[in-house]
């Protein structure tokens, strides 16, 4: 009988840490999505400050501000997915990873496409 008791006493115990530790990882994984969304659309806002260059003398600046554009816009339109995508990545919220992690991503969508229309 005191098995038994001690058995269910057991259970309850374990029921209860594996149900709080549950709670605590998709607490963990709200509060990195937040910070890589975070990320996200600061890497935005700096495309758009570069796509603000569009009118300069430069032509290379020019080239800079209309890649910004597009970076900024494909960044805008697939905002959840990459998030997502780095969730799954196990992508931390670190400028450096967020900005690669982006950049990989859009080369890989875009450069194809440029090349096969030349």
């Known amino acids: 009988m005191k098995n038994l008791r001690a058995i269910l006493i057991g259970m309850v115990i374990t029921g209860i840490v594996g149900w709080h530790g549950m709670a605590s990882g998709e607490e963990s994984n709200g509060r990195q999505r937040a910070g890589l969304l975070g990320m996200v659309n600061q890497y935005i806002a700096s495309c758009e400050a570069k796509a603000a260059l569009k009118d300069s003398r430069s032509p290379a600046i020019q080239r800079e501000a209309a890649l910004a554009t597009m970076k900024g816009a494909y960044t805008k339109a697939y ?13 931390t919220p670190k400028d450096y990873q967020v900005q690669l992690h982006i950049n990989r991503c859009f080369f890989e969508t875009v450069r194809p496409r440029t090349l096969a229309s030349r």
């Open 79 to 91: 905002r959840d997915q990459l998030v997502d995508d780095m969730l799954a990545a196990g992508v």
